[in-house]
């Protein structure tokens, strides 16, 4: 899936990856108090499907054990991660650590339809 030579790296507002090509994919997050609100995920197309934005989403959530906080998902790939890979969801913040999976679902339809709306 991933090339192991790809390099995650941040700044306090974005987890990034940058390509060969020139191209990048991030995640713009904010944190706010105990939180870290994952706002955007973006892929360039020819790089989808290869799990980088999997691995933007697992750097946030290393940074954010690392400094004690829980995670927000706002952008729809965050609560699909989050869907998929229940394990972890004790990272959520209230109440998305709470939400059973038709919640989650739910959340990330209502997400996914706010995204779509602004394209």
Request: charge should be positive; hydrophobic fraction near 35%.
């Amino acid at each position: 899936m991933v090339s192991m030579d790809l390099e995650v790296k941040y700044t306090s507002q974005v987890i990034y990856v940058k390509f060969g090509d020139g191209s990048k994919a991030f995640l713009g997050y904010k944190i706010e108090g105990d939180k870290m609100h994952l706002l955007e995920t973006y892929t360039p197309p020819q790089h989808r499907g290869m799990g980088v934005a999997k691995l933007l989403i697992e750097k946030a959530l290393e940074l954010a054990k690392e400094k004690g906080i829980k995670v927000v998902p706002v952008c729809s790939y965050s609560i699909q991660y989050f869907m998929r890979n229940p394990g972890v969801r004790h990272l959520l913040a209230e109440p998305y650590v709470n939400m059973s999976d038709d919640e989650l679902s739910r959340y990330y339809e209502e997400r996914l339809s706010i995204e779509r709306s602004k394209k």
